[in-house]
C-alpha cells in the first residue's frame, strides 16, 4: 500500500516537473512581456505543486530520500508523467495547445482529487487548484484569440492541436498504483474523467473557430516510462547539477 | 508661448523641484527633462527584461527544486520591474512599442552588467548579490526623485530588489559552507562578477557629463564615484563573513576616509561593452530581437481578436 502511494503520488507530480521544466525553458522569450510573466508564473506554480506532492513522497518512502533526490536522480525509464507534457516548446501555438489539453485534464483531475481520502493529497488539490483555474482560464483564452485570431495563427494553433491530439488519450489511462489508489478511496478514477473532458475541449475548441481533430490513433506509454525522445534532453538539464556535483548542499 | 512665458514656467517649475514636489505626467515640464526622463526610465526597463536572460538561462538547470522556485520568483520579478517602468515611461508621452524599437536597433542601451555570461550556478547568487546589491544602492536614490511615477515605481522595486539581494548572498553563504569545489564556485564567480559590478555606477565624476544636470532634478542624489564607494564598502565585510576574498590587490581600508581604498577600474573594458562589444552583447540583442520578431504573429493574432469581439460587442449592443 505505501509503495502505491508513492508511486501514485510520482504520478500525479511528474505531470508538474516535466511541464513547469518546458515552461521555464521559455522565461525572457515569449512573444510579449506579459505572457513572459505569465509563463514563469504558471511554472513557478507547478514547481510548487511538485514540491507537496515529493515532499509527502519521501515522507512515505520513510528513507533518507528528499524531494531534489526523487525530481533530479531517477532515470529516464523511471519517470512516469504522460508524454504530453514532455513535448517541445515547438512554438507559442504548440506551448499554448499542450498547456491547454493538459490543463483541462489537470482541472478536472484536481476537482476529484480534492475529494480524496487521503488528507494531505486533498490538501495539495485544494491549493493547487486555484492555480491551475488560472492556467486552464490563461491557456483557453489564447486558444481562442489564436483560432480566431488571424490566418496564421489559425493555421498555427490547429495544427499543433492536430499534433497532440494523439497524446490526450493516455491521460486516462490507469496503471496498476491508479487502480489501488481509486480502490482505497484515494486515487481518481480517470476513466470516468474522458467523456466531460472532450466535450469540454471541444466546446473551447468550437469556440475558437477550430475543428475537433478526428484521428483515433494514440499515443502512450509514458505513465509506463516509456517517453519520447524530447525526455532524455529535458532530464540531462534538470539533472545536470546533481549529476555533476552529487550529494552536495545548494 | 512666448519666450518670457517659457522662461516663467521654467522658473516655475526649477522651483517646484527644489520644493520636493513631485512633478506629475499632466504638469507642465521642460522638453528636455522630458527627453532625459524617457532616456533613463526606458534604459532602466530594458535592463530589467535583458537583465532576465542571464538568470533565466539558470531556470532549467538550478540545483534543487527549492533555489528553482526561488530563481522562477526572482525573475518574474524582473518582469514585473520591466513593466511598471515601462509604464512609467508612457505617461512621458512613448510607446511601449517605440521603446522596444529603440531596444532592439541599439539606439536605447540597458545596464551593460548583463553583457556577462552567466556560467556556472554560483553567478546566480553573485548576480543577486552584487548585481541587485549595486541596482538598490543606484535606486534607493531615485525613490525620491522628482518625476512622481518613477519615484513611485522606484518604492515598489527597491523593496524587491533588496529582496533577490539577499537571496543572492544567501546562495554564496551556502556554496562558502560547502564542498570545496562549491567555495572554488562561489570564489570564481566572484572574481568575474567584482569589477563589471562596480562599472555599474557609470564613468567617473570628472568624466560624466550630465551629472550636474541629473542632480539638479533630482534624478540623482549622489555622484557616480560616491556610489560606487558606498558599494564598496558595503560588500567588502560581507564577503569577509562567508570567506570570499575580493579579486582586487590593491584593496585597503583607509581609516583617514572610513572607507575602502581600491585599484583601478579597467575603463577601457567598460567602454568597450558599452559601445556594444562585450562578451554577450550579440547575444542578449539576438535573443530580446528572436523574441520579439518570432511574437509578431502572436500579437498580430491578439490584436485582430481583439477587434473582432469588440466588433461582436456592438454589433449586440444596436
Ligand atoms: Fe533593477
Ligand atoms: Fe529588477
Ligand atoms: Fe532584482
Not at chain 1, 508511486?7 to 505572457?35: V, W
Not at chain 1, 510573466?37 to 515529493?54: E, H, K, M
Not at chain 1, 486515487?187 to 466546446?203: F, H, I
Not at chain 2, 517646484?16 to 506629475?24: G, H, L, N, Q, Y
Amino acid at each position: 500500500m505505501k509503495e502505491q502511494l508513492y508511486k501514485y503520488i510520482l504520478g500525479i507530480a511528474d505531470n508538474s516537473l516535466i511541464l513547469g521544466q518546458r515552461m521555464g525553458e521559455l522565461c525572457g522569450h515569449g512573444p510579449s512581456l506579459e505572457t513572459d510573466i505569465a509563463c514563469t508564473n504558471i511554472s513557478l506554480d507547478l514547481f510548487g505543486q511538485v514540491r507537496s506532492y515529493y515532499q509527502y513522497a519521501a515522507k512515505i518512502a520513510g528513507d533518507n530520500r528528499t524531494e531534489d533526490d526523487i525530481a533530479m536522480l531517477r532515470k529516464e525509464r523511471e519517470y512516469v508523467n504522460v508524454l504530453l507534457v514532455e513535448q517541445p516548446n515547438t512554438d507559442f501555438a504548440y506551448i499554448m495547445a499542450r498547456h491547454f489539453l493538459f490543463d483541462m485534464y489537470h482541472y478536472m483531475f484536481l476537482q476529484e482529487l480534492q475529494k480524496s481520502q487521503d488528507l494531505t493529497l486533498s490538501a495539495i488539490a485544494t491549493k493547487s487548484i486555484k492555480e491551475v483555474s488560472y492556467h486552464l482560464r490563461f491557456s483557453s483564452d489564447w486558444i481562442k484569440r489564436l483560432g480566431d485570431g488571424t490566418e496564421e495563427s489559425h493555421s498555427r494553433i490547429k495544427n499543433s492541436i492536430d499534433d497532440l491530439w494523439t497524446y490526450t488519450d493516455e491521460l486516462f489511462h490507469l496503471t496498476d498504483a491508479d487502480k489501488v489508489m481509486v480502490n482505497e478511496g484515494v486515487g481518481v478514477d480517470v476513466t470516468k474523467l474522458k467523456d466531460t473532458y472532450y466535450t469540454k475541449v471541444s466546446e473551447i475548441l468550437q469556440e475558437a473557430t477550430l475543428e475537433v481533430p478526428e484521428s483515433k490513433y494514440f499515443q502512450k506509454g509514458g505513465k509506463q516510462g516509456i517517453h519520447t525522445e524530447h525526455l532524455g534532453y529535458l532530464l540531462a538539464e534538470l539533472q545536470y547539477m546533481q549529476r555533476a556535483y552529487p550529494n552536495m548542499e545548494w | 508661448m512666448s519666450e518670457e512665458q517659457i522662461k516663467n514656467l521654467e522658473e516655475q517649475f526649477e522651483a517646484r523641484i527644489v520644493r520636493d514636489d513631485k512633478i506629475e505626467p499632466k504638469d507642465w515640464m521642460p522638453e528636455k527633462y522630458r527627453q532625459t526622463h524617457i532616456r533613463q526610465i526606458s534604459q532602466h526597463a530594458h535592463s530589467e527584461i535583458v537583465g532576465m536572460l542571464p538568470e533565466g538561462n539558470w531556470i532549467t538547470r538550478a540545483p534543487s527544486l527549492r533555489r528553482k522556485v526561488a530563481l522562477l520568483a526572482k525573475v518574474q520579478d524582473e518582469g514585473g520591474h520591466g513593466l511598471y517602468l515601462y509604464s512609467a515611461a508612457e505617461t512621458l508621452g512613448i510607446s511601449r512599442d517605440e521603446m522596444f524599437e529603440q531596444l532592439h536597433s541599439g539606439k536605447a542601451k540597458y545596464s551593460s552588467i548583463f553583457n556577462y555570461p552567466a556560467l556556472t550556478w554560483a553567478d546566480m547568487g553573485a548576480i543577486g548579490w552584487l548585481v541587485d546589491g549595486a541596482a538598490i544602492i543606484n535606486q534607493v536614490a531615485l525613490c525620491g526623485t522628482s518625476y512622481g511615477p518613477y519615484a513611485r515605481a522606484m518604492v515598489r522595486i527597491c523593496k524587491e530588489e533588496s529582496f533577490h539581494q539577499r537571496q543572492g548572498y544567501e546562495i554564496m553563504l551556502k556554496l562558502s559552507e560547502g564542498a570545496q569545489e562549491q567555495k572554488d564556485m562561489a570564489q570564481d564567480a566572484l572574481n568575474r562578477f567584482w569589477w563589471p559590478s562596480l562599472m555599474m555606477f557609470g564613468p567617473k565624476d570628472d568624466e560624466s557629463p550630465h551629472t550636474a544636470q541629473s542632480m539638479k532634478w533630482k534624478l540623482k542624489r549622489k555622484t557616480n564615484d560616491d556610489l560606487r564607494q558606498q558599494f564598496i564598502d558595503q560588500t567588502v565585510p560581507q564577503a569577509e563573513l562567508i570567506g570570499l576574498t575580493i579579486p582586487d590587490p590593491d584593496l585597503k581600508w583607509n581609516e583617514e576616509k572610513k572607507g575602502y581604498d581600491f585599484g583601478p577600474i579597467d575603463w577601457d573594458e567598460f567602454w568597450q561593452v558599452v559601445k556594444g562589444h562585450g562578451p554577450c552583447n550579440k547575444e542578449r540583442m539576438k535573443a530580446r530581437v528572436n523574441a520579439w520578431e518570432e511574437g509578431t504573429w502572436v500579437r498580430d493574432a491578439a490584436m485582430s481578436y481583439a477587434e473582432k469581439q469588440q466588433k461582436r460587442k456592438e454589433k449586440q449592443a444596436v
